[in-house]
């Protein structure tokens, strides 16, 4: 080959490489035009999103011009959890809760700070030394967040659902599913229950009021849920937050009989995808998305 051929040959490789870098770039602008374009619509109806991170949790709660974010997935889902919140035209977070410090529930948490507003923060006042808790962290540092570590009884307004924080965490740094910040919510005559990973010492804490939906604690771990709390709680409808054929066989099947038993009907992650619950206050409907 002369060299002028083979020069050609270079110059074509690297023009064709510079269209491909082009065609990428393009994308990714229009992508994030897209995102920054949908327009938020207030609704009246409260919705609740249980978003599919595979074996992790992220819920979206929506109403009136007012959101909260509880939980973010796992490092790996933090830019498709900011991607399904941006879809929905919200670029502010009213509350953005990590309720506790574990990978699955935190791991996102960065990107969440990092791209979209965030007014109030809430945590559980427990430390860990891993490299995720420190990249949160940090994102809170950067954007000069002030974290609360809410008690019990505190309570807030996200549009006009009314959310509680039901208990005060339990500090053992050998097991920080004990720190779970739970919140109920109320909506007109609806309510909803979101565990966390709390254990069943946690349930234990005190007596609980009839519950419409409950978020199932630890991905339907036989840790949790226990039957004197469902027993209480009775829930209508319960979600299980879950991955496909996740290492950790979960959800229990003991779990799964004692929801049975009170006639729950349950939703998984796993099976369903991305479930919304949504309600006037008066009914619920569930809508797979
Ligand atoms: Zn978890």
Do not use: F
């Given at each position: 080959m002369s060299k002028k051929r083979a020069n050609d040959k270079k110059i074509i490789k690297i023009f064709i490489a510079l269209i491909i870098a082009f065609i990428a770039t393009l994308q990714f602008i229009i992508q994030n035009v897209e995102d920054d374009n949908v327009k938020f619509v207030a609704e009246e109806d409260l919705k609740v999103y249980f978003i599919d991170v595979g074996q992790a949790d992220s819920i979206l709660v929506i109403n009136k011009d007012q959101t909260m974010l509880i939980d973010a997935g796992g490092n790996e889902n933090g830019k498709d959890v900011v991607k399904f919140i941006k879809s929905k035209g919200i670029t502010k977070l009213n509350y953005l809760i990590?309720?506790?410090?574990?990978e699955d529930h935190i791991g996102g948490l960065d990107d969440v700070i990092n791209n979209l507003d965030i007014e109030n923060i809430f945590m559980p006042k427990i430390q860990t030394n891993t490299k995720t808790f420190e990249d949160v962290l940090d994102s809170i540092k950067n954007k000069n967040l002030k974290v609360t570590s809410p008690e019990k009884g505190t309570s807030f307004n996200i549009g006009d659902a009314n959310c509680q924080i039901m208990l005060d965490p339990i500090i053992d740094e050998n097991n920080l599913n004990l720190s779970s910040i739970v919140i109920r919510l109320e909506f007109g005559n609806k309510s909803f229950l979101f565990m966390?990973?709390?254990e069943t010492k946690n349930e234990n804490l005190i007596n609980w009021k009839k519950v419409d939906v409950l978020k199932v604690?630890?991905?339907?771990?036989?840790?949790?849920?226990s039957k004197k709390f469902l027993n209480q709680i009775k829930p209508e409808i319960a979600i299980i937050m879950v991955g496909k054929d996740n290492i950790y066989k979960l959800p229990n099947s003991e779990t799964i009989k004692r929801l049975n038993n009170v006639g729950t009907k349950i939703y998984r992650t796993d099976e369903d995808g991305t479930i919304l619950i949504q309600t006037d206050g008066n009914s619920l409907d569930v809508l797979l998305q």
């Open positions: 990590g309720t506790h410090p574990h966390g990973d709390a604690a630890h991905h339907g771990s036989d840790t949790s849920t």
